[in-house]
């Protein structure tokens, strides 16, 4: 059913989600399994700082017949707040790519043993061990994990309420962090022959003005897409964001987010299609025009 939903509205493309190569629950290869059972077309697996996920995914996208996309979701610090951009189609045996990432991650660790100290002053101890038995890659230890030890520990009842709690900006267990700088992460995800995506705009924290600002910047660096329909969007925010798309000239994008099953609102493929009004930042894509012309 949802298969031919999506069949007459053209493929179903979800270019954005997790594996446990950094902070979804699934391993890569169920990640494909399930958006196969889900009726994704195209796949696109985005780990944060990481594409250690990619060689699996791909191999099991092959065998079952699923059309897969190279991805990665790059942590960035523009004007102090946490910007993502996902990079598709990416060769993730590129030099530059992955020592970029590389030096990304290498804060983590830090971070997370600072994020415990925080944890523990407020009442919540040994929180750094707690969360690395959730971390699938120790060097990719990040809020989710935490968030998971924190809902094991009784003081939280669900990830999203410990988000609300803990971990961000003013509560405990959140540490100032300065990831890769923009144009850099654009820079590695072009070197590697890939396309950058902002990744769900809807989230960051900017004044109009300096979302704007932070868009030319970003479009001025060789970025050339955004998400539109994400799992990390109200739907007035599609329509927003297909606004903001139109203005700044780039190709829209179609990305659920998700993380795991119980943990994300959105699954694989589940989204509505993109505004036709909006270039899918796939329009020039083989893989998904030979789909269309079937
Ligand atoms: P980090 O890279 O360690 O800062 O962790 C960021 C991750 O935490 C995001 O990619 C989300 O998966 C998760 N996250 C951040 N904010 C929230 C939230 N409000 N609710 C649920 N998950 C969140
Ligand atoms: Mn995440
Ligand atoms: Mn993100
Ligand atoms: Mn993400």
Redesign the pocket.
Known sequence: MLDRLFRSQGPNVDLHC?SVVS?GTLAPTDIVERAHRNGVHVLALTD?DEVGGLADAQARAEAIGLRFVPGVEV?VTWGGE?I?IVGLRIDYRDPELLAGLERTRTG?DGRAQEIAASLAAAGIPDAYEGALRYAGNPELI???HF?RYIVETGTCET??EV?RRFL?EGKPGFVPHRWAKLPDAVGWIRAAGGVAVMAHPGRYRLSDLCMDEMLREFVDAGGQGIEVVSGSHTPDQYCEYAAVAQRFGLAASRGSDF?GPGESRHDLGSLPPLPKSLTPVWHDWPEVAALERR
Do not use: C, I, K, N
């Open positions: 997790h902070d944060h942590s946490t993502h983590r990040s809020r989710s968030a990830v999203d988000f961000v993380h």
